[in-house]
């Protein structure tokens, strides 16, 4: 099945595309599918949430979109280029300049400040901050009054806005958010969801994120389903019970 952007968003260019995409694990019969084929489109500036049964193939579709596992067959490309063509050293390139991540684990250094973990991937990069994108980001996750505070010193939901502030302060091509609101209570999860969002609305982030959890998707633009390693049903504008619906349907 094929899955692209449609309606109001169909002129919109995409940020990520795949085509063809096939991941297996081992050989023979102990050979696992973990992705079938799969044809995906991610349009830019959009909100997409990838969901399924557990087993169905949504991380690692997300990790091989984001170039953290190979492809056995299919391309992948990030803008105009094609990830999957990419040596070791281009792809480490990529992923730092193109590509932003958000964890279920924060992955804040504890020694670093909020400001200082925000604005670590541009030192690394060895990129200056746009100022006035930082200012936007700082104020888009609500982190005004905590900037000088080290992770110990900030709640689970603010550690998690830190980590979302310094996937946006790069200004990445695509976000990658893996389960970002798996380990945060269900005020604080809102809240992540809510800057996400707000990211997509106000900056022009582009955000896929992986989860299993309906509500969560819901705060997303669309929401693309795999079964069994295929990409299997999509939906636009969802509800949390639109999304619960779909998932029921697949592991009927």
């Excluded at 730092?96 to 684990?105: D, L, S, Y």
Aim: proline residues 4%.
């Amino acid at each position: 099945m094929t899955v692209t952007d449609t309606g109001v968003r169909r002129r919109a260019p995409h940020a990520v595309v795949a085509r063809g995409l096939t991941k297996v694990y081992g050989q023979g019969d102990a050979a696992v599918h973990a992705l079938r084929g799969v044809d995906v489109s991610f349009a830019t500036e959009a909100f997409t949430a990838i969901m399924g049964p557990s087993g169905s193939g949504k991380s690692t579709l997300m990790h091989c979109l984001a170039g953290l596992d190979t492809v056995t067959g299919g391309t992948v490309h990030i803008g105009d280029v094609e990830l999957t063509g990419l040596g070791d050293k281009q792809l480490t390139k990529l992923r730092r300049e193109r590509i932003g991540f958000i964890f279920q684990a924060f992955n804040l250094l504890p020694t670093l400040t909020a400001e200082q973990n925000i604005r670590l991937p541009l030192e690394i990069a060895g990129r200056q901050a746009d100022q006035a994108l930082f200012e936007k980001v700082i104020e888009t996750v609500g982190l005004r009054d905590r900037l000088k505070h080290r992770p110990t010193e900030l709640s689970g939901g603010q550690q998690q806005r830190v980590a979302v502030a310094r996937a946006l302060i790069s200004k990445p091509q695509v976000i990658f958010a893996d389960e970002p609101t798996g380990n945060l209570d269900s005020r604080s999860g809102a809240e992540v969801l809510s800057f996400l969002r707000a990211s997509v609305r106000e900056l022009g982030q582009t955000i896929v994120m992986v989860t299993h959890d309906p509500l969560a998707a819901s705060y997303a633009d669309r929401v693309v389903f795999l079964h069994d390693g295929s990409l299997v049903s999509e939906l636009y504008q969802p509800t949390p019970q639109s999304v619960l619906d779909t998932l029921l349907k697949l592991e009927g």
